[in-house]
């Protein structure tokens, strides 16, 4: 089992930078692989980046290509999202997941989840 914290979360004006950060729990980090998704106000949660186990590999939303970085430090147990360039429709709640089988878009397929950073960007 692994516990997951997610910080770095803020306000900042569109056109601006956030690093958010998910520490994890447990000895065995390696061995997941995360993923990053969020959620807006009345909407349903959607994937934004993940990364493989060994961080060689990710994938990414088509939106935030070209703005976003995910990678990882498996020494230090974190997982990290850079977001660059940011838009007022990127405002939301933030979550980093884990899960034992593959570096995957899909939601379901994620089994342990942080309690969620918050995101806002002003226009």
């Known amino acids: 089992q692994v516990q997951l914290v997610e910080s770095g979360g803020g306000l900042v004006q569109a056109g601006g930078s956030l690093r958010l950060s998910c520490a994890a729990s447990?000895?065995?980090?390696?061995?997941?692989?995360m993923g990053w998704f969020r959620q807006a106000p009345a909407k349903e949660r959607e994937f934004v980046a993940t990364?493989?186990?060994?961080?060689?590999?990710?994938d990414y939303q088509d939106s935030v290509k070209g703005r976003f970085t995910i990678s990882r430090d498996n020494a230090k147990n974190t997982v990290y999202l850079q977001m660059n360039s940011l838009k007022p429709e990127d405002t939301a709640i933030y979550y980093c997941?884990?899960?034992?089988?593959?570096?995957?878009?899909?939601?379901?397929?994620?089994?342990?989840w942080g309690q969620g950073t918050q995101v806002t960007v002003s226009s």
């Open positions: 990364i493989s186990m060994s961080g060689i590999s990710a």
């Open positions: 997941a884990a899960n034992l089988k593959w570096w995957t878009r899909r939601v379901n397929d994620y089994d342990y």
């Open positions: 447990g000895r065995t980090f390696s061995s997941y692989a």
